[in-house]
């Protein structure tokens, strides 16, 4: 049922799942509820609803990806989310995750494996603001820090260029971290309401930098 609950979400917002997909989409979620048992990859209370709460939540970033970008990092990446689910659709991404804790980068490769992905991702285990920059087109992090932060992060990460983008969660109060958020920088945002949640949204920011300091 929550699958199927997946696929009409997927319908909805206009986004193809194709056999193949599918079956990425199906090892991801065997193997992340076999390691939830050891790892707390995932809050414990979502392992249920896996299909919305994770995997839809994650997709419905797809309209939002630029057609052509070529590269894209996953700060914080945790159990994959959304990277490993982004690359099941668009599996020529050239993916990096960049995860500090080696338990889950250890998930994050088998499940890279598993789902057979034709480009492995890179795994770099580090702290985000000390990781080599990845240097990608899209930058995406899903419930990892306020926004203010996030952008400094997200900064180091991204490739520098004009087409360069960033695809945030951010949830209840989003609108109080984007206001804050901008008394430090500069941004250009669009929100779009959220599949999973309606009191949440997808942030996409484009062109950001730092206000000059006072």
């Known amino acids: 049922m929550s699958r199927d609950r997946f696929l009409a979400g997927m319908a909805q917002i206009g986004a193809d799942v194709s056999r193949e997909t599918l079956d990425r989409l199906e090892t991801y979620a065997v193997l992340l509820t076999k390691w939830q ?11 249920d609803a896996l299909w919305v709460r994770h995997i839809l939540d994650s997709a419905q970033l797809l309209p939002l ?24 659709f668009r599996p020529t991404l050239a993916l990096t995750l960049i995860e500090s804790d080696a338990r889950k980068a250890a998930f994050l490769g088998e499940a890279a494996r598993a789902m057979a992905l034709p480009q492995m991702p890179k795994i770099v285990i580090a702290r985000i603001e000390t990781a080599p920059p990845a240097q990608a087109e ?14 400094g992060y997200a900064e180091r990460h991204r490739a520098r260029t004009d087409t360069a983008i ?6 209840r109060g989003w609108q109080a971290e984007l206001t804050q958020a901008e008394r430090v920088w500069t941004i250009r945002a669009q929100t779009q309401p959220s599949q999973t949640d309606r009191d949440s949204v997808l942030l996409r920011i484009g062109a950001f930098e730092p206000r000059p300091k006072s």
């Open 138 to 151: 899209i930058v995406t992090a899903r419930a990892l820090a306020p926004l203010e932060v996030l952008l």
């Open 37 to 47: 048992k050891a790892i707390n990859l995932v809050g414990p209370t979502t392992v």
């Open 166 to 171: 960033c695809l945030f969660h951010k949830g």
């Open 65 to 88: 990806l630029p057609p052509g970008a070529p590269s894209l990092a996953d700060l914080g990446s945790g159990a994959g989310l959304p990277g490993l689910i982004l690359a099941a």
